[in-house]
T-cell receptor, first 113, second 114 residues
Framework: EPEVTQTPSHQVTQMGQEVILRCVPI?????FYWYRQILGQKVEFLVS????????KSEIFDDQFSVERPDGSNFTLKIRSTKLEDSAMYFC???????????FGSGTRLTVV | GENVEQHPSTLSVQEGDSAVIKCTYS??????FPWYKQELGKGPQLIID?????GEKKDQRIAVTLNKTAKHFSLHITETQPEDSAVYFC?????????????FGKGTHLIIQP
């Protein structure tokens, strides 16, 4: 069964550093998403991406965040200057068409120290 | 924006019994309601979803019901098994343009007692 692949599985970074979280969506999918989950809390929408541009973003997705699809396979989330409160699990998801459900990756646990 | 409330936060049932998890949503424009199962250390896995043009959907031991008027939807698991133990999340979105963000509930920790 096709999978969404995320790397790394765990990243530790110092406060103020830039991090890039990487995702390889399912190959024929068209819609791409980032979500985050702070430990013990619900999953929160960050951003959606379609046709090489951001479609929708939440209030969490401020100027410190950016997304990119640099080639035909990768989808990245960059946090420019990490804060302690950015510590969370970050999930990438993709979807084939408007009427299909999402497939989530296994997540990257980001720890900011 | 959309707000999704989910109850209970923890549910413990005997193996073989049924489990019901309930969610309400606030935005009447929402038309897509998936349920996800999350096991420890893993990403959410879609287990069943329902669209607003139907009232009920079933897949083996799992069923979802939707009441659009009352703006609530429920997950029903029958004949529960130990492997059903996990955190379950409901979600809602408006699936119109395609690149819709999901709004999740806070999750229900389902514990199946042997």
């Amino acid at each position: 069964e096709p999978e969404v692949t995320q790397t790394p599985s765990h990243q530790v970074t110092q406060m103020g550093q830039e991090v890039i979280l990487r995702c390889v969506p399912i190959s024929n999918h068209l819609y791409f998403y980032w979500y985050r989950q702070i430990l013990g809390q619900k999953v929160e929408f960050l951003v959606s991406f379609y046709n090489n541009e951001i479609s929708e973003k939440s209030e969490i997705f401020d100027d410190q965040f950016s997304v990119e699809r640099p080639d035909g396979s990768n989808f990245t989330l960059k946090i420019r200057s990490t804060k302690l409160e950015d510590s969370a699990m970050y999930f990438c998801a993709s979807k084939g068409t408007a009427n299909y459900g999402y497939t989530f990756g296994s997540g990257t646990r980001l720890t900011v120290v | 924006g959309e707000n999704v409330e989910q109850h209970p936060s923890t549910l413990s049932v005997q193996e073989g019994d049924s489990a019901v998890i309930k969610c309400t949503y606030s935005d009447s424009a929402s038309n897509y309601f998936p349920w996800y199962k999350q096991e420890l250390g893993k990403g959410p896995q879609l287990i069943i979803d329902i669209r607003s043009n139907v009232g009920e959907k079933k897949d083996q031991r799992i069923a979802v019901t939707l009441n659009k008027t009352a703006k609530h939807f429920s997950l029903h698991i029958t004949e529960t098994q130990p492997e059903d133990s996990a955190v379950y999340f409901c979600a809602a979105s408006y699936s119109g343009g395609g690149a819709d963000g999901l709004t999740f509930g806070k999750g229900t920790h389902l514990i199946i007692q042997p």
